[in-house]
């Protein structure tokens, strides 16, 4: 099977600021990554660089069979990127069902198929983005990304700041994406074994560097391995 992403080589980081040092690695369509490690060694950093939001010093990108290194933002969620940025970027004066329809693209992703996984926004349909809980701006975020019918999600942080019962809740609603649908994802989690237990790939950065790549399940039973590469926070 062809690989829906590679990454070759990327040093990226925040004008001459070098935060992401030489990081390679390939997905395959349908899979799913953790993506961990310690506060500030370059987690969000990697997600904003495949989303072309930050500055690229060297290295290639390739998705879905074109070279992306270049290209713009709004190119990238063209070519199939969704992206759950960490700060949810709610539209205050727009309802829950005016920010789904805004971006919705054809596919099977449409109002009535995120409704049924976000039972809660269907009910919620005509609040406004203000008015959510932040565990509801979060479905949103993650709804808006689906409705634009990505090849590949990429979840930043998802569960920061919720309370745990709706951690979980996402947490199962982000398994199921995985499992049953064959969502391809890159999650970015504080809570690692929470993390491990979603995906089937776990890679841990340190000081922008990949330091280990194994399966979701090895790195979970390992928890002595695990405390040293990830501050594990649940
Ligand atoms: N906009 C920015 N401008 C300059 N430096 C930045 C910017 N955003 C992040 N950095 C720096 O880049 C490094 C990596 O930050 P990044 O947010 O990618 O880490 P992270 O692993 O996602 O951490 P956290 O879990 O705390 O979000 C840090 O040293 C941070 O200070």
Known sequence: MTDLLTVEGLCAGYG???????????????????????????????????????RRHSGTIRFAGADISGASPHARARAGLGWVPQERAMWPSLTVEEHLTTVGRHGAWDLAAVYEVFPRL?????????????GEQQMVAIARALMTNPRL??????????APIIVQ???????????????????????????????ARAMV?????????????????????????VAVAA
């Open 205 to 229: 950065l340190d000081r922008g560097r990949i330091v280990h790549e194994s399966s979701s399940a090895d790195l979970l039973a390992d928890g002595e391995k695990l405390g040293r590469l």
């Open 153 to 162: 999600l990429l979840l930043d942080e998802p569960m920061e700041g919720l």
């Open 122 to 134: 269907k009910e919620r349909r005509t609040n406004m983005g203000n008015q959510l809980s932040g």
């Open 169 to 199: 809740e996402l947490a199962a609603v982000v398994t199921r994406l995985i499992r049953d649908t064959g969502l391809s994802v890159i999650v970015v989690e504080q809570h690692a074994r929470l993390a491990l237990s979603m995906t």
């Open 16 to 54: 001459l600021a070098r935060v992401l040092d030489n990081i390679s690695f390939t997905m395959k369509p349908g899979e799913s990554i953790a993506l961990l490690g310690r506060n500030g060694v370059g987690k969000s950093t990697l997600m904003r660089t495949l989303m072309g939001l930050t």
